[in-house]
């Protein structure tokens, strides 16, 4: 390995750190208590070197939820390989965006209910991995209009009511909402409201 090769190697060990710790600075204290400072000391290093991989908290933060996006578009892969019928692998993506959602609860509260990264989409005017998630689910409902699975013709309109469905059932879990109902049968009331999503779609 050369001199650059293994600089480059290094550089992407030392961002990689300063990742991870930034998350569990973000879980842990929030976004707006995250100071550069205290990731910079998790890792055991100064402010000054963050700012040579990062220019601002907000960067970070944008890098933290893309590595989110990462995870959650293999779980959504993973999901529905070898599946050909279009609604299976609607429902099979359903139920692996709620799992990642449950497993993963403070990351999702980053990617998708924080406002923080947004900022940094905002200066970049281009949001990549947040749209490599939907083009992912656009594309099963795509296969699905066209097969006339479902009921909505209008792909934008089948996705992103398809994806706030899913967003909504998820974070009334994550965020407490469900605390009313008999805890043993949470999991059970939100499968069968996957099945009902479906079957509500779906042509007689």
């Known amino acids: ?7 480059e190697r290094e550089r992407q060990e030392v961002r990689s ?6 998350q569990q600075a973000f879980i842990e204290d929030g976004y707006e ?7 910079a ?9 963050i700012y040579l991989y990062f220019k601002d908290k907000s960067e970070i933060f944008f890098a933290v939820h893309e590595l ?9 892969l993973d999901a529905v390989e070898g599946i050909e019928n279009p609604i299976e692998k609607l429902r099979q993506q359903g139920y692996a965006y709620m799992n990642f959602a449950l497993e993963n609860p403070e990351m999702y509260d980053l990617m998708f209910i924080q406002n923080a990264p947004m900022e940094a989409i905002f200066e970049n005017e281009e949001w990549v991995c947040g749209h490599r998630c939907f083009e992912h ?16 013709s209008v792909l934008g ?11 909504g059932l998820v974070s009334l879990k994550i965020r407490n909402r469900f605390k009313t109902f008999p ?22």
């Open 1 to 7: 390995m050369g001199i650059t090769e293994r600089k």
């Open 17 to 22: 750190l300063i990742l991870e710790a930034a």
């Open 33 to 39: 208590k995250a100071s550069i400072r205290a990731i």
């Open 41 to 49: 000391d998790r890792v055991e290093y100064s402010p000054a070197t």
């Open 68 to 76: 989110g996006f990462e995870k959650l578009i293999n779980q959504l």
């Open 137 to 152: 689910l656009c594309d099963t409902v795509q296969q699905c209009i066209d097969k006339k699975l479902i009921k909505i």
């Open 157 to 167: 309109v089948a996705t992103m009511s398809i994806w706030s469905f899913m967003h």
């Open 183 to 204: 805890q043993e049968h949470i999991q059970n009331l939100m499968s069968a409201s996957v099945e009902q999503m479906i079957a509500l779609l779906q042509n007689d």
